[in-house]
Nanobody, 115 residues
């Protein structure tokens, strides 16, 4: 059974930084399609930053140049470094893993950016 757990969310002022971490546990071999989504109240869940299996990164236009996704495949970890945070980045951030054609999600971590 695959489980994801996020950490690192919190309250930060606009212009500040946060680093999110996600640990995947379970029977995983070579799991590498992973990343981050977010959801704000009243909005649909949206892609923030993800890795493809080939290591290509995809970023939402709204976070390009500010956020950086990284991963440690050996440790089943994925990270999201968020810089120059804006109030519109406020959301619940979800870790995502696609493994053997199934999507897995973490419970989410709240990120709140005050103006």
């Amino acid at each position: 059974q695959v489980q994801l757990v996020e950490s690192g969310g919190g309250l930060v002022q606009a212009g500040g930084s946060l680093r999110l971490s996600c640990a995947a546990s379970g029977t995983l071999v070579g799991a590498n399609v992973m990343g981050w989504y977010r959801q704000s109240p009243g909005k649909q869940r949206e892609l923030v930053a993800t890795f493809t299996g080939g290591g290509v990164t995809n970023y939402a236009d709204s976070v390009k140049g500010r956020f950086t996704v990284s991963r440690d495949i050996a440790k089943n970890m994925v990270y999201l470094q968020m810089n120059i945070l804006k109030p519109e980045d406020t959301a619940v951030y979800y870790c995502w893993l696609n493994y053997r054609y199934r999507d897995y999600w973490g419970p989410g971590t709240q990120v709140t950016v005050s103006s």
